[in-house]
């Protein structure tokens, strides 16, 4: 049996990221079977498990880091190129599931008669390129699935160039600059129409606790976004320091965010159990408010 006084403090950080992990794929294959088990809607659920399942990708995503901490840059670029890939088809998703929520169905035309005609009010800067009041309608509805759909196509583009850029030795600041100028806009006009969509049908959908659906992925996505700004910023002051000459400060850096990326993710799994909870397809939510109404 180990002897866990024995070990330092590089392995204890290993075992309890690797533990995390475990919990973290535990907790999410526990929702995943219980909708397996009770598939009765495969459109909104084929949804919620591709949304569900980021925060296991997340962090597997990050042990793999760990495991090989003295990878190259292009290495820990491709691992965050897959998170953040998976990110984008995420938030794609999120918005088909609220669309199904309201029988909203492109494809196949169907807009409810309820809520044609509604009115969209744009905000700046989107007003350079969109009247400030659009009537929501079939072509809106298309347009709001374009905006997110476009942060799917782009992102992984993007992370293809940057890699092969990387790999042939060609990759100057100012390109640097240039992708993460193009990402950012990207993500932002697919997160724009997420909120957009909410504002207006906020009412609707309050039933199906939309928010906290929306705030876990986007906790994902803060949490590892701003911890990353902050260990730059640790870094640049000289907080963080290599003491080894085999290891890069980069290198402790990334290793650090991967580890914290994995400790985050068991949290969310956690609370995702609740956002995303089978009980509207298993019979437990109505029978829950049939007890209130009685």
């Not at 790999?167 to 992708?179: E, N």
Request: net charge positive; hydrophobic share 50%.
């Amino acid at each position: 049996m180990m002897d866990l006084t024995k070990l330092k403090p590089p392995q204890i950080t290993f075992y309890c990221s690797a533990l995390s992990v475990f919990i973290t794929v535990l907790l999410t294959l526990q929702l995943v079977s219980q909708h397996l088990s009770h598939w009765k809607n495969p459109k909104e659920q084929k949804a919620i498990l591709i949304i569900v399942l980021m925060a296991p990708i997340y962090a597997v995503v990050s042990f793999v880091g760990l495991l090989d901490v003295k990878g190259s840059e292009i290495f820990f670029l491709f691992l965050e190129s897959i998170k953040e890939c998976y990110e984008a088809l995420v938030i794609a998703k999120f918005l088909a599931l609220m669309y199904s929520y309201l029988n909203i169905s492109i494809s196949k035309n169907i807009v409810p008669d309820g809520i044609k005609g509604r009115e969209i009010h744009h905000s700046f800067p989107m007003t350079f390129f969109q009247p400030h009041v659009v009537r929501l309608d079939h072509r809106t509805l298309r347009l709001l699935k374009y905006w997110t759909w476009q942060f799917v196509v782009i992102r992984p583009v993007c992370s293809i160039l940057m890699i092969a850029l990387q790999i042939i030795g060609f990759y100057p600041s100012w390109l640097s600059w240039t992708f993460t100028i193009v990402l950012n806009l990207s993500v932002s006009l697919a997160l724009y129409s997420l909120v957009i969509f909410y504002h207006v049908f906020a009412k609707e959908l309050a039933p199906h606790n939309p928010l906290a659906k929306f705030l876990c992925i986007k906790g994902i996505v803060f949490f590892c976004f701003w911890q990353g700004i902050a260990l730059d910023i640790l870094v640049a002051m000289g907080v963080i320091k290599s003491r080894h000459f085999w290891l890069e400060v980069e290198q402790i850096q990334e290793a650090i965010q991967n580890v914290l990326v994995c400790l985050e993710m068991v949290i969310f799994a956690a609370v995702q159990k609740h956002a995303y909870h089978v009980g509207p397809y298993s019979g437990e939510t109505k029978k829950k408010l049939d007890k209130k109404t009685e």
